[in-house]
């Protein structure tokens, strides 16, 4: 006789508000090779609605069904809204999930939802008081020209233009077009409405992205260079990976972002270097970078002058050196470039962890951009030249600038970030100390 399957555990029958669901409360269950997972939603209209995820594992049975309940969420709202309802709940409800569910690239869907919070007025800096954000406005009157005009112009006042810019794209296509589908307005107010979103003119070092003090960055630092990988990394149930590639998609974290800490070298660049294009000189390793993997497809030269950075990453140029492939390569097939959708997700976790144990918080939002941020602004007040810093990091320096000889070399700034590193201990920045922002410059 066969045996009889155990029964599965009964999700609790307690009543679902309005947008709640089981799959937190419901256990996944396993047959036929994969993790099944039954749940149930009460949706914005009313309706229960109940469904099936399957997945290879526990977790990611969950992700999907939390995928799948935002848009079941999304499309049960339309039709229901009226204009006296609360504008950041509708955003809430149907835009926030098409960003989440848009087919995007994982980088952009991280930024909109970096300045999807700043619209509804969640900004990590204490700072930073978003007084005309979306928040307490109903439908009706948080689609008005004139608020959203503030809005997005106090975000240009402080956290600069481009992400201002991004906030617009972000209100364009994900809220207010939303809106114009839900039959609410009948036209975006702000569509082919000229906005001044150049932020402050008074107070420029303050406009741009989000930086890391002085203090802040060593700390980072230290940080990576003391983190043990396997800490905390426990061996696959199942699947063709082993624990041993599971350490090492840390380590690569890890590197990656030690050597983007003393290049403000992007994420894309980064990834393609390979050993051909690295000179190692005693405790210090230059990079000289070909316009192919360049974002400008102009070549630049590098430094990393920190000789614990320097001794961290040697074993890596010397193994592709060997072995072929770039430096920083996909942990389990070092012959070739890192997934991007992995190395995105390792990074995330890193970060967010970084955050969490530092205490940090601009690290739960920003990624491999901010340390561009960074060294341009500790840089900057270290008095490197614009021109000097612009060439490092792959900026276009302004034409009035242009006399500045010999910019592919980042020797100088380099040098700069060496005595930061040295005088740590006594290192007092000039900006706030919890962040900076640098002036807005072409990236």
């Known amino acids: 006789m066969a045996k009889k399957a155990a029964a599965r555990p009964r999700a609790t029958t307690t009543r679902l508000e309005i947008g709640e669901h089981t799959i937190d409360r419901s256990e996944p269950y396993e047959r036929d090779g994969g ?9 914005l209209d009313g309706r229960i609605a109940r469904r099936r995820s399957k997945g290879s594992t526990k977790g ?5 069904a939390k995928k799948a309940v935002k848009v079941l969420l999304a499309a049960s709202g339309r039709g229901i809204w009226k204009a006296t309802d609360s504008l ?3 955003i809430e409800a149907v835009s926030k999930p098409t960003i989440e569910t848009a087919r995007i690239a994982d980088n952009s869907r991280t930024r909109y939802l970096g300045v999807y919070r700043l619209i509804v007025g969640h900004c990590l800096r204490e700072d930073h008081k978003h007084r005309h954000s979306l928040k307490g406005h109903t439908i009706g009157t948080g689609t008005r020209f004139r608020t959203l005009e503030k809005c997005l112009t106090e975000i240009a006042e402080l956290h600069g233009s481009e992400t201002a810019r991004q906030a617009r794209s ?12 839900d039959e609410l307005i009948d036209a975006s107010p702000i569509a082919g409405k000229r906005l001044d979103l150049a932020g402050s003119k008074d107070d420029a070092p303050t406009r741009g992205g989000v930086a890391l003090s002085a203090d802040e960055w060593n700390a980072v630092i230290d940080y990576l260079l003391a983190l043990d990988p ?7 149930k199942r699947g063709m990976y082993t624990l041993e590639d599971r350490i090492a998609v840390v380590a690569n974290a890890i590197d990656l972002t030690l050597l ?20 190692c000189d ?10 192919e993997i360049t974002k400008t497809k102009k070549g630049r030269f590098v430094h990393v002058t920190d000789p614990a950075v320097v001794e961290r990453l040697k074993p890596r140029w010397e193994t592709a050196r060997a072995m072929g492939g770039p430096l920083i390569p996909s942990p389990a ?3 070739v470039v890192w997934d991007q959708r992995q190395r995105n997700e390792a990074v995330k976790e890193l970060y967010v962890k970084m955050a969490k144990e530092l205490g940090i918080p601009a690290l739960e939002t920003e990624r491999s951009h901010v340390w561009r941020a960074t060294l341009n602004t500790l840089t900057l007040v270290d008095g490197v030249p614009e021109a000097i810093r612009a060439a490092h990091l792959g900026h276009t320096a302004q034409v009035n600038r242009r006399n500045y000889t010999d910019t592919r070399d980042g020797a100088l700034l380099a040098q700069s970030l060496a005595k930061m590193r040295q005088a740590k201990s006594t290192h007092k920045s000039t900006h706030n100390e919890n962040s900076a922002t640098i002036p807005d410059e072409p990236t």
Not at 60 to 64: I, P, Q, V
Not at 170 to 181: E, F, M, N, S, T
Not at 230 to 236: K, L, Y
Not at 282 to 291: E, Q, S
């Open 230 to 236: 396997a800490e905390g990394i426990e061996p696959p």
């Open 170 to 181: 972000v209100l364009g296509k994900y809220v207010l077009d939303q809106l114009i589908r």
């Open 60 to 64: 990611e049975t969950r992700r999907r």
């Open 88 to 90: 950041v709940t509708y």
């Open 260 to 279: 983007q800490t003393m290049t403000g070298l992007r994420v894309s660049e980064a990834t393609n270097v390979d050993p051909s294009m690295v000179t």
């Open 282 to 291: 005693d405790d210090k390793m230059i990079f000289d970078l070909p316009p």
């Open 35 to 43: 993790w099944w997972l039954d749940w149930t939603v009460r949706l």
């Open 333 to 335: 097939k070092p012959g």
